[in-house]
């Protein structure tokens, strides 16, 4: 079954730091890019970070830059996002899928990122 799995997620005070971790059964990151999105209550989703097949190249939205890193481990078919100096808007339900800033895959159930003091 080709699917994603998402954890990671908590409730960190704003300046916080969070790595969430995706992963992956039924298929080879690998052979994939991969990107993480968000969704804020209320708000459509969004990607966040993507990382090309090989990580040759990575790309962020803007408001991220700076702030948080995805990277891979192939080995353990699992992918990362690496999450710092945590804002409040950084608020919302994460998600990783298949493809580079595409959906390729059905969505997990992502896992929840709180920035609140």
């Known amino acids: 079954q080709v699917q994603v799995v998402e954890s990671g997620g908590g409730l960190v005070q704003p300046g916080g730091s969070l790595r969430l971790s995706c992963e992956a059964s039924g298929f080879r990151i690998s052979a994939y890019g991969m990107t993480w999105y968000r969704q804020a209550p209320g708000k459509e989703r969004e990607w966040v970070a993507a990382?090309?097949?090989?990580?040759?190249?990575?790309n962020y939205v803007d408001s991220v830059k700076g702030r948080f890193t995805i990277s891979r481990d192939n080995g353990k078919n699992t992918v990362y996002l690496q999450m710092s100096s945590l804002k409040p808007e950084d608020t919302a339900v994460y998600y990783c899928?298949?493809?580079?800033?595409?959906?390729?895959?059905?969505w997990g159930q992502g896992t929840q990122v709180t920035v609140s003091s």
């Open positions: 990382i090309s097949i090989g990580n040759v190249n990575t």
């Open positions: 899928n298949q493809g580079w800033r595409t959906a390729g895959i059905a």
